[in-house]
């Protein structure tokens, strides 16, 4: 696979290139880009997917998934507008849940 070139925004609101493509720029881009062309559909199929892989692999994903909300929920206002902010309000809520153990947040490496 050639290296792709990306573009990534920082906190900052400036961009700058992103040349690797094992860099977590690039896996976001590869699922921004799945998520605009396959829709409902297609994140079921990688639900399922996901599935069949190793448990570990599987609990990590979803560690990653944690992650990401607790990112987006404290990222700058600048990265939303009307068309996402119900999502830095999910994550926040969600980030909030699992802080004050009311969601059990805690994956453990296994």
């Given at each position: ?38 829709g409902q559909v297609g994140m079921d199929r990688v639900g399922t997917a996901l599935m069949a ?38 994550c926040a809520d969600l980030t909030e849940a699992v ?12």
């Amino acid at each position: 696979m050639q290296n792709a070139v990306l573009m990534r925004r920082t906190f900052d609101g400036q961009f700058e290139p992103v040349e690797r493509t094992d860099a977590p720029e690039a896996l976001a881009e590869v699922l921004a880009n799945f998520v605009n062309s396959q829709g409902q559909v297609g994140m079921d199929r990688v639900g399922t997917a996901l599935m069949a892989q190793h448990p570990t692999l599987q609990q990590g994903v979803f560690r990653m998934f944690l992650r990401v909300a607790s990112v987006v929920a404290a990222a700058p206002a600048h990265f939303f507008d009307g068309r996402n902010s119900a999502t830095r309000d999910f994550c926040a809520d969600l980030t909030e849940a699992v802080r004050s153990g009311s969601v059990r947040g805690h994956l453990p490496l296994i």
